[in-house]
């Protein structure tokens, strides 16, 4: 089942001679369950695809749709709503907000929704235990490690009905072991069918999705097909 | 794979038979270089006429047990920190493609840039997925993919700089000017 679809979409900054194509005829679905990585050089379009997909921008021409419902056709208010309901986001610089505590933070977009203190506040707690921050739960960023700040938005990125994962560079700043760690609970959130996005210029990040895109000044170039499953990939090298 | 100094290790922890060192080395190498069992006796043989281990029994085969010498221990301490030969750069296919192509009339090079980047990216897909599986449970194996990973990734950086800098290029060539990064200044001010 598709959950985000983007047809023929089109990006362009500036007018005349200082216009900028971002984004040129893009499409691209992914389904329920799976994990996407779109990968390209800096200045590739990357980013603006995934600001368009998760509707913090408006497309120049062509359609987002999310789950069945196009983007254009929504008032500001229903895009507001689907931002806080359906689409979670994860960016490499954390985002979280200093002054709120790890709890705080994950419950806040289900608080903003409408959802009161204590059910959100409870629903932020369990997601955190799920990505084994509960001990951390009532400590404020900046006592958290950086690998523990991602969970951190990862956990705000899946809490609740999320149904759509984007994330711009998820593990970028962070080391190897931690950078693996992010991106199997980005991995597991698929599995229980969030449809997720990933955006990077690293090869090893990409190489966690079950598809991977290539962007190339605005343009998707390539795709890679999903990966066997493991009993076919260890065949080969169990033969003598 | 030196499979004379693995056997070797496994040696230096005690006395094995043929079998069991087989069995072994698999185990320790996650899987990933597989043995036959000829091979196995074949280098033992060879070890014992150097001196490096020595046999009970006059039996060959499976049952046959071995132990290293004296001479195999020191053999293998040198060997664990003799580092191989990374000093000559391999004549490299992939770069020497990418070389040709540049210079190739009706070629596109960053299209043959993309098409190795695509087997490359699927490839690590796959090395990937099997680490997801498997690698939680086997520290050798989890090791082994790593390294793999690591070495295709290299291989992807090289192409993504290649790219770039082979688009820079094109474009000052169309330009006449150095457009694309800034160089460092010459004389660098240090602020008092």
């Known amino acids: 089942m598709t959950f985000l679809e983007m047809q023929h979409v089109s990006k362009v900054y500036g007018e005349g001679a200082a216009e900028v194509h971002a984004l040129r005829g893009i499409e691209l679905s992914v389904d329920a369950g799976q994990l996407v990585a779109v990968m390209g050089p800096s200045g590739s379009g990357k980013s603006t695809l995934l600001t368009i997909a998760g509707s913090l921008e408006e497309p120049t021409s062509g359609e987002v749709l999310v789950d069945g419902e ?44 409408g959802v009161p203190a204590k059910p959100a506040r409870a629903a932020g707690v369990q997601a955190l235990e799920e990505l084994g921050l509960g001990e951390r739960a009532d400590r404020f960023p900046d006592e958290l490690s950086g690998g523990e700040r991602q969970r951190v938005a990862i956990a705000r990125a899946v809490v609740g009905e999320r149904r759509l994962l984007l994330a711009d560079e998820p593990s970028g700043a962070l080391d190897s072991a931690n950078g693996e760690a992010v991106m199997r609970l980005i991995r597991a959130a698929c599995q229980r069918g969030v449809a997720g996005v990933v955006v990077t210029h690293d090869a090893q990040l990409a190489s966690w999705a079950d598809r991977v895109v290539f962007l190339r000044d605005g343009m998707v170039v390539d795709q890679t097909m999903p990966p066997p499953g493991p009993e076919s990939l260890l065949a080969p090298i169990r033969t003598p | 794979m030196s499979v004379r100094h693995a056997l070797l290790a496994l040696l230096s922890e005690g006395p094995k038979y043929g079998l069991q060192l087989r069995q072994e080395f698999e185990a320790r190498t996650g899987e990933v270089w597989p043995l036959n069992v000829g091979q196995v006796y074949t280098t033992l043989q060879r070890l014992e006429r150097d001196g490096l281990v020595e046999s009970e029994g006059d039996e060959e085969g499976p049952q046959k047990g071995y132990s290293i010498t004296a001479e195999g221990e020191a053999e293998l301490a040198s060997w664990l920190r003799t580092p191989p030969d990374l000093s000559s750069p391999p004549r490299d296919e992939l770069v020497i493609k990418v070389l040709v192509a540049l210079h190739m009339p009706g070629v596109d090079v960053h299209e043959v840039v993309q098409a190795h980047r695509h087997y490359l990216v699927q490839l690590m897909q796959e090395w990937t997925r099997l680490k997801e599986y498997a690698a939680d449970r086997d520290l050798a194996f989890a090791l082994a993919v790593d390294a793999e990973l690591y070495r295709l990734d290299s291989v992807v950086r090289w192409l993504d700089a290649a790219d770039g800098r082979i688009k820079r290029a ?17 004389k660098v001010e240090v602020p008092r």
């Open chain 1, 70 to 113: 196009p983007l254009g056709a929504m008032s500001p208010n229903e895009r507001a709503r689907l931002r806080r309901r359906t689409i979670g986001y994860v960016f490499q610089d954390f985002n979280l907000l200093a002054g709120l505590t790890a709890a705080e933070n994950v419950s806040l977009p289900l608080e903003l929704d």
């Open chain 2, 170 to 186: 094109a474009l000052e060539e169309r330009e006449g000017a150095p457009t694309a990064l800034p160089r460092a200044p010459r």
